[in-house]
């Protein structure tokens, strides 16, 4: 069964920073790209970024470029977001996903929420 | 970037009723379009990708279309289950770029 598990979301102040994390099970991390998405309370979906198999090539959305950086630890099959100079329009649910090889995103894990307040 | 609109942003219909949420981007992206859906408090579920592709498990009673910049999804005969948001997708180029969703509730 294919699981994705994020965790690292909380409270932080405007300015800080958070590393997101999304343990990944029951498919071949390895050959995958991997995508995170957020949603604000009581909005729309929001690509963030994406990352190739092998972590060497990588797109952000243009609100958190230079900001966030999206990584991956194939032998731990672990996904990581890395999330620094946070502001309150980044408070959301962070979901992680795995791509189907077709830019779809067709498992995701049960989100974390990030709320950025002071 | 791609911008994806969607439309309508919201309808109201009953069970076994024929449903159809279109979605516009605003270049060419071939096939490259997704579809989900979204009931709350859930991740996204992906129902259809490039364009027309039925997501194993996901029933026959839904069905996607188009190409190009204009595309459809089709909900033959809406269950009950069916009540929840849905979003488009373009992952033709990045940053990917999602709709801002239909929400389809109870007539």
């Known amino acids: 069964e294919v699981q994705l598990v994020e965790s690292g979301g909380g409270l932080v102040q405007p300015g800080g920073s958070l590393r997101l994390s999304c343990a990944a099970s029951?498919?071949?991390?390895?050959?995958?790209?991997m995508h995170w998405v957020r949603q604000a309370p009581g909005k729309g979906l929001v690509w963030i970024s994406k990352?190739?198999?092998?972590?060497?090539?990588?797109d952000y959305a243009d609100s958190v470029k230079g900001r966030f950086t999206i990584s991956r630890d194939n032998a731990k099959r672990t996904l990581y977001l890395q999330m620094n100079s946070l502001r309150a329009e980044d408070t959301a649910v962070y979901y992680c996903?795995?791509?189907?090889?077709?830019?779809?995103?067709?498992?995701w894990g049960q989100g974390t929420l990030v709320a950025v307040s002071s | 970037d791609i911008q994806m609109t969607q439309s309508p942003s919201s309808l109201s219909a009953s069970v076994r009723d024929r449903v159809t949420i279109s979605c516009r981007a605003s270049?060419?992206?071939?096939?490259?379009l997704n579809w989900y859906q979204q009931k709350p408090g859930k991740a996204p579920k992906l129902l259809i990708y490039?364009?027309?592709s039925l997501q194993s498990g996901v029933p026959s009673r839904f069905s996607g279309s188009g190409s190009g910049t204009d595309f459809t999804l089709i909900i033959s005969s809406l269950q009950p289950e069916d009540f929840a948001t849905y979003y488009c997708?373009?992952?033709?180029?990045?940053?990917?770029?999602f709709g801002g969703g239909t929400k389809v509730d109870i007539k």
């Open positions: 996903a795995r791509d189907n090889s077709y830019g779809g995103a067709d498992y």
């Open positions: 029951g498919f071949t991390f390895i050959t995958d790209w």
């Open positions: 990352i190739n198999s092998d972590g060497t090539t990588r």
């Open positions: 270049q060419n992206i071939n096939k490259y």
């Open positions: 490039a364009s027309s």
């Open positions: 997708q373009q992952s033709y180029s990045a940053p990917l770029t």
